[in-house]
């Protein structure tokens, strides 16, 4: 399963990202998206690819995520790195690019496990 779309410069427009998009949506999976400049790129979680009744779920989700994420971010930090968390959106930027693709892949899975894992303890009846 690929965990993340990577953009480049020669990646002209937002086709390949909407695309991505699209199929994060059709299939339920987070959609992360790296975008590469030269030797540094940025990651990005949006939870825009999940249906709206969706949202209480992650917003429940936020201090765990936002913990997961520091300690991601935590290992792949520089001087130069920036980390941010807000609501629904996660982000590591000036990443080196080698780096920012194994960050990617951890996020990509810390959101998938965390999503499922509250699906289930939302379906459980009380």
């Known amino acids: 399963m ?3 779309v990577e953009i480049t410069r ?8 909407n695309s991505w998009f699209r ?3 059709e299939t339920g999976i987070p ?5 590469a400049r030269s030797k540094l790129a940025m990651v990005q979680w949006d939870y825009m690819s999940y249906p709206a009744d969706m949202d209480d779920l992650l917003f429940a989700l ?3 995520l936002k913990v997961e994420a520091q ?8 001087k130069d790195t920036w980390f ?3 609501p629904g959106v996660i982000a590591f930027r000036n990443l080196a ?3 920012a693709r194994e960050a990617a892949s951890e996020l990509f899975d810390v959101i998938y496990r965390s999503v499922s894992e509250g699906k289930l303890v939302r379906a459980k009846p009380h």
């Open 97 to 99: 690019l080698a780096d």
């Open 71 to 78: 300690a991601i971010y935590d290992r792949y930090k520089s």
């Open 84 to 86: 941010s968390a807000g």
């Open 10 to 17: 020669k990646d002209k427009g937002f086709n390949k990202e």
């Open 31 to 35: 959609c992360v998206t790296l975008k």
């Open 2 to 4: 690929e965990k993340f």
């Open 62 to 64: 936020h201090e765990q």
């Open 23 to 25: 199929s994060c949506r």
